[in-house]
């Protein structure tokens, strides 16, 4: 079976006199693969290569049977066209398009922005579902936080995406709610039957979400684990969190 | 004194040669602003400095190099004028491209700054969303640079009407053609028509005074609707 993911790049970045190299080679599972590490470990630079929004130097991206990009052919698909969805650390919503329409966004290819009756329709059917139906005039700048990602979710998800990327989805958010959003994260990949890439700096992610976890450490994956090599006992039970976390400060030295 | 063609014909030629003059950097300084501020290019601060010189240059030494420019003789005046038989010397055209000059920085750097201040995550969320790059640029960068951009038209308007130094040099003073208010005020005060000059120049400020009103106004109206 092959992978849904695959990755297989390098990236050399200089600014102001000091580099970064980015070396990673993974491949994701169908589910929820987590990618653990630091602030500055190449997490988001990683994610921004998939998505189309940073070109590798060299290397392989292929999502399900699709080249993405592939440096030696000459492939390199163009964002738009990749068909993989991006929730943003705070979603960048469009503040000046209230929440239909931020939903709607990526139907509206006519200008000025108008829907058609199907995609009316299917707005319609996102907000529904996604508890947001009071709100459909509302501007980001009035949402909640947890309304915000909800919005985000839904205009990433109304594509029906190949792939979800997802940058620190719940830092934005109250400590007390990131449990509950965890959880309607899960429960919309499946509903959506889409995989995602969550990265995190979060060992809590790792535990609620991850089939699959790879660590990054200075641009390069420091270890790859599998389910099994995770702490079964789910459920939060005591000591599981701990678990996770002493797992993966290993990982990262 | 009342609303005569002395007021009245430099009154209608300001705002013509002003409006003219507006709309030509809008579309040149937006389009400028946009390429300054997504794109790295070698030579780049120079050009910004370039773009920002007739802020600080006397707009008589504008003037002198819009006639070495564009004059019969001019590097580009002479070819103009062996293709189409016309100069751009002494015409309400000529006054349009020098009220152009003087009013560009004022757009340029209201757009840029504008446009550095339109966070790249926007952009790219829209990219991952199917847009194409002009989509981007035209339902999430410019609507998020809009206010940016309009408060630097209207200054750039504001300062076009003004316009003295340099339309005087490449378009004269000709009533009727090319003699704007700004300049009329002058002539006016060189022949000694005192109430004349009042006029002009209580006319001249309550136009200046209600475009800048005018626009804060609407950059307010913005502020609350969005």
């Known amino acids: 079976m092959s992978a849904r993911l695959s990755v297989a790049i390098t990236k050399h970045l200089q600014s102001r006199g000091r580099s970064f190299v980015l070396d990673v080679t993974f491949d994701a599972p169908d589910e929820i693969l987590v990618i653990f590490g630091p602030s500055g470990s190449g997490k988001s630079l990683t994610l921004q290569c998939v998505a189309g929004l940073v070109r590798p130097d060299t290397g392989v991206i292929r999502a399900g049977d699709r080249s993405m990009f592939d440096a030696a052919a000459g492939v390199d698909v163009p964002a738009r066209y990749r068909r993989i969805g991006y929730l943003f650390q705070d979603y960048a919503l469009f503040p000046h398009l209230n929440v239909m329409q931020n939903i709607g966004f990526s139907f509206a290819q006519r200008w000025p922005a108008g829907l058609d009756e199907q995609a009316r329709a299917k707005v319609a059917s996102m907000l529904e579902l996604f508890e947001l139906e009071g709100l459909a005039r509302s501007y980001p700048g009035q949402l909640s936080g947890g309304q915000r990602q909800r919005v985000g979710l839904a205009r990433a998800l109304i594509r029906e995406p190949a792939l979800l990327l997802l940058d620190e989805p719940f830092n934005a958010l109250d400590p007390l709610l990131r449990d509950r959003m965890r959880r309607e994260l899960v429960e919309f990949g499946r509903r959506f039957a889409v995989p995602m890439v969550v990265i995190t700096h979060d060992p809590d992610d790792v535990g609620a979400l991850a089939h699959e976890v790879i660590v990054m450490k200075e641009g390069r994956v420091a270890k790859h684990l599998g389910v099994a090599d995770l702490p079964s006992a789910a459920d939060y039970a005591p000591g599981y969190r701990r678990a996770v976390r002493a797992i993966l400060e290993d990982a990262t030295g | ?226």
């Not at chain 2, 013509?16 to 003059?21: F, L, N, R, T, W």
């Not at chain 2, 007739?54 to 707009?59: A, H, T």
């Not at chain 2, 189409?84 to 750097?109: E, N, R, S």
């Not at chain 2, 990219?127 to 309009?150: D, K, M, N, Y």
């Open chain 2, 1 to 226: 004194m009342q609303f005569s063609p002395d007021v009245l014909v430099p009154l209608a030629l300001t705002l013509k040669v002003a409006g003219s003059a507006t709309l030509l950097v809008f579309i040149v300084g937006v389009a400028v602003a946009w390429i300054m501020a997504r794109h790295d290019f070698p030579g780049r601060e120079i050009v910004d400095a370039m773009m920002t010189l007739p802020l600080v240059m006397p707009p008589t030494v504008l003037g002198y190099y819009l006639i070495v420019l564009f004059g019969r003789r001019g590097w580009l005046g002479a070819w103009i004028y062996d293709t189409f038989g016309w100069t751009l010397m002494f015409t309400w055209q000529g006054a349009v491209v020098a009220a152009a000059v003087v009013a560009y920085p004022l757009v340029y750097k209201a757009a840029r700054a504008a446009f550095e201040g339109v966070s790249a995550k926007y952009e790219n969320a829209a990219r991952t969303l199917g847009a194409s790059e002009w989509r981007v640029f035209a339902q999430v960068t410019v609507p998020l640079a809009w206010r940016g951009i309009l408060a630097g038209t209207m200054l750039a308007f504001a300062r076009a009407m003004g316009e003295f130094g340099a339309t005087l040099m490449i378009a004269g003073s000709i009533p009727g053609k090319t003699q704007t208010l700004s300049i009329a005020v002058y002539e006016a005060v060189q022949s000694g028509k005192d109430s004349m000059a009042n006029f002009l120049v209580v006319v001249t400020s309550t136009v200046c005074i209600l475009i800048l009103a005018g626009s804060g106004k609407l950059l307010r109206a913005r502020q609350d609707g969005a």
